[in-house]
């Protein structure tokens, strides 16, 4: 029982996992030390429970912290091979291990308190935040920073699932290429709605996370997820015998044009996937929570109010929702979707509109690189639908979760 009353601190983080790590080390390498901060998550992250794939430039503060990057990267469809220099970006692999101990290291030098207990609810009357948990009102906070998991405030009109499982291979023999990772192969048998795809991100010739993913509207079974990835690796030429799963990341993102509420309340403010920052088309989510921490951080340095930018340009938002029309309604495949992209567009402007951060002028380019008449198609209903909701508010998709990732008798970690 809480005799006291809640604490009063500066900045809540409500939930401990990437997003708030991020915003730890932010603060920290930004030299913000006059904040009485809280962190409030009912398990204290340690360890790899996850590995984040991105591409930035080299020179980054996240450099001492990679496990591997590639300057170079392979997409892969049934009509060959094409390997992308990605000069001056890099592809890069991040676990979370250093992530969760750099944010631990933060958290010293930060004097920051912890309060390993779920969140029961937020309370904002404009001044403060109360945070409740375990049944007590535990901080009052004068901004909350809330990254806990969360679906769309309301279903989109498109509602797909990123989902995946991928094994850390250890191998006896040098087998994999450790100086190019595979980005998309569209080798794999295509399901019968939607997308699928492997991918190989090697750390060493003997070491590579091998993982089978699927953009579509239902998950697998346990069976059938160890099924494709052993699939992908047959695939791949790499003999079972001579190969050991050392870990196991299974994982589900939300792919939908569903919005997400950034700012529910005058301050109270989402981070990660429920603060936008997954990008609908692809699933792609730490480059933009990475900005999302560094404008948090340098907004608190100088005195603000911590709310970062929207994660992507809006017009980018309205591209996403009219790609996943076309992938959902089977107009475009998505092994020839995104291999015309990679085809007809240097490497850079590709992974710059991926990233949020393409000029008009370049997403005209990538545009008119797609097939036109199901592109057309699919922005037309776009707009149908929009100007139904409109005339018709009451008319909405029905009610969307995203669900937990398939686990199974492995011992699996959340990708």
Request: charged share 25%; aromatic share 8%.
């Amino acid at each position: 029982m809480n005799t006291c009353g809640p604490r009063d601190v500066d900045l809540a983080l409500v939930g401990g996992g990437g997003a708030a790590s991020l915003v730890l080390a932010a603060l920290d390498r930004h030299g913000v030390r006059d904040l009485r901060i809280a962190v409030i998550d009912p398990v204290h992250r340690r360890g790899q429970d996850r590995t984040w794939a991105f591409w930035d430039r080299p020179g980054s503060d996240l450099d001492p912290l990679l496990a591997a990057s590639w300057p170079q990267v392979e997409v892969a469809t049934p009509a060959g091979r094409r390997v992308l220099d990605l000069t001056p970006l890099r592809y890069a692999m991040l676990r979370s291990g250093p992530v969760y101990d750099r944010a631990a290291e933060a958290e010293r030098r930060l004097g920051v308190r912890r309060i390993v207990a779920p969140v029961d609810a937020l309370h904002d009357d404009g001044g403060h935040v109360t945070v409740r948990a375990g049944g007590e009102p535990v901080v009052r906070a004068s901004w909350v920073l809330d990254s806990r998991p969360r679906s769309p405030r309301r279903p989109g009109r498109t509602n797909w699932l990123q989902h995946f499982r991928g094994w850390w291979l250890e191998a006896d023999v040098p087998v994999f290429d450790p100086a190019r990772a595979v980005l998309m192969d569209f080798r794999t048998p295509q399901p019968a709605r939607g997308v699928s795809f492997g991918y190989v991100l090697p750390v060493s010739d003997r070491y590579a996370l091998v993982e089978y993913t699927e953009f579509g509207p239902d998950l697998l079974t346990d069976a059938g997820y160890d099924a494709a990835l052993a699939g992908y690796r047959d695939l791949l030429g790499l003999d079972p015998t001579r190969l050991r799963v050392r870990e196991v990341e299974n994982g589900v993102i939300p792919m939908t044009d569903g919005p997400f509420e950034a700012r529910p309340s005058p301050r109270v403010v989402r981070l990660g996937t429920a603060g936008g920052a997954t990008r609908p088309s692809t699933g792609f989510t730490f480059s933009a929570m990475h900005r999302q921490a560094e404008q948090v951080a340098r907004a608190l340095a100088a005195g603000r109010p911590p709310v970062p930018a929207p994660a992507y340009p809006r017009r980018h938002r309205w591209m996403d929702a009219v790609a996943l029309r076309a992938l959902a309604a089977g107009g475009v495949g998505g092994p020839e979707f995104f291999g015309r992209l990679f085809d007809r567009n240097p490497a850079e402007r590709v992974l710059r509109f991926l990233d949020g951060a393409s000029t008009p002028a370049e997403e005209v380019a990538l545009m008119s690189s797609t097939r036109l008449r199901p592109m057309v198609a699919a922005t037309a209903g776009d707009a149908v639908a929009r100007l139904r909701a409109r005339v018709d508010p009451t008319r909405r998709p029905a009610a969307w979760t995203v669900p937990p990732p398939v686990v199974g008798d492995r011992a699996g970690t959340d990708g």
